[in-house]
């Protein structure tokens, strides 16, 4: 059983819904919320499975990882459902109660990245939040069978507001019986997603550093020729050599054995 079928999604709008519903598939959620159609088959879908299948341990590893770097020692609660509010229901894979967090938890393939991960359940995220009042989530991802990477991603008030003028406008058609005709376009996400309160920024226009860049590519030769030099010298110097100096050089060995390379500055 999944966490969308331990409720009745003809009763409301839950965090997969929102997704559906930014993305545009209006009348498709339509026929499902107004029972004209059955709910999809994810007993079916091995990506689906897994996820259920390896959320309890995603959620351990979380804590375990949440004790180690953060000294947050707050147990995650698991399987919250929320009290339905107006039309929303939500059930969350993981609360923090005491700090107010949403917790989800995602498995995905290997060659997935963090950032994919965020901006693709970034309406469901938004979803919880908004419904919970929560100030952020832990989004807890496996990538295939190899890593583990997580993330806080910040509750968006705009965007949250888009979403739920959007959810509210199709909700009063399942309510009214009525097939959607308007607002079924693509509802636009923020570009920039902070990660960890971080976010990627595009510079391609930064007069300054396009400068410097094109400084840094033409020296770049150079200073892979100054490297190659600095080993050839200092491979000249014997093992058994502590010091060696030569025409304004000074090569001075560690007591691991490690050779560096200065300028003697007259001595």
Same mark, same amino acid.
């Given at each position: #059983?999944?966490?969308?079928?331990?409720?009745? /999604?003809?009763?409301? &709008?839950?965090?997969?819904?929102?997704?559906?519903?930014?993305?545009?598939?209006?009348?498709? $959620?339509?026929?499902?919320?107004?029972? =004209?159609?059955?709910?999809? %088959?994810?007993?079916?879908?091995?990506?689906?499975?897994?996820?259920?299948?390896?959320?309890?341990?995603?959620?351990?590893?979380?804590?375990?990882?949440?004790?180690?770097?953060?000294?947050?020692?707050?147990?995650?609660? /698991?399987?919250?459902?929320?009290?339905?509010?107006?039309?929303?229901?939500?059930?969350?894979?993981?609360?923090?109660?005491?700090?107010?967090?949403?917790?989800?938890?995602?498995? *995905?393939?290997?060659?997935?990245?963090?950032?994919?991960?965020?901006?693709?359940?970034?309406?469901?995220?938004? !979803?919880?939040?908004?419904?919970?009042?929560?100030?952020?989530?832990?989004?807890?991802?496996?990538?295939?069978? /190899?890593?583990?990477?997580? #993330?806080?991603?910040?509750? %968006?008030?705009?965007?949250?507001?888009?979403?739920?003028?959007?959810?509210?406008?199709?909700?009063?058609?399942?309510?009214?019986?009525?097939?959607?005709?308007?607002?079924?376009?693509?509802?636009?996400?923020?570009?920039?997603?902070?990660? %960890?309160?971080? /976010?990627?920024?595009?510079?391609?226009? !930064?007069?300054?550093?396009?400068?410097?860049?094109?400084?840094?590519?033409?020296?770049?030769?150079?200073?892979?020729? !100054?490297?190659?030099?600095?080993?050839?010298?200092?491979?000249?110097?014997?093992?058994?050599? =502590?010091?060696? &100096?030569?025409?304004? &050089?000074? $090569?001075? =060995?560690?007591?691991?054995?490690?050779? *560096? $390379? =200065?300028?003697?500055?007259?001595?």
């Amino acid at each position: #059983t999944t966490k969308e079928q331990k409720m009745d /999604r003809t009763k409301g &709008i839950g965090g997969s819904d929102a997704k559906k519903i930014v993305d545009g598939s209006w009348h498709e $959620l339509w026929l499902e919320k107004t029972s =004209r159609k059955e709910q999809d %088959d994810l007993s079916e879908i091995l990506a689906v499975q897994i996820g259920i299948a390896t959320e309890t341990l995603n959620l351990d590893w979380l804590q375990k990882i949440l004790v180690k770097e953060k000294h947050q020692h707050t147990q995650i609660k /698991r399987d919250v459902t929320l009290e339905p509010k107006e039309f929303m229901m939500s059930h969350l894979d993981g609360y923090i109660e005491d700090a107010n967090i949403v917790v989800e938890a995602k498995h *995905t393939y290997e060659h997935n990245n963090l950032l994919n991960v965020a901006e693709y359940y970034y309406p469901q995220l938004q !979803h919880y939040m908004m419904h919970s009042g929560a100030s952020e989530t832990y989004l807890t991802v496996f990538f295939g069978n /190899r890593s583990h990477d997580w #993330t806080s991603i910040e509750s %968006d008030p705009e965007f949250q507001q888009t979403l739920y003028k959007a959810e509210m406008a199709f909700w009063k058609y399942v309510q009214e019986d009525k097939e959607p005709t308007q607002f079924m376009q693509p509802i636009e996400q923020p570009k920039e997603i902070k990660l %960890d309160g971080m /976010r990627t920024l595009d510079m391609t226009d !930064h007069k300054e550093m396009n400068s410097l860049i094109e400084s840094l590519q033409q020296v770049k030769p150079y200073v892979a020729k !100054h490297k190659e030099i600095v080993t050839d010298i200092k491979s000249l110097v014997p093992d058994d050599c =502590r010091k060696a &100096i030569g025409n304004g &050089i000074v $090569l001075s =060995r560690s007591k691991k054995g490690t050779l *560096t $390379l =200065r300028e003697s500055l007259g001595e």
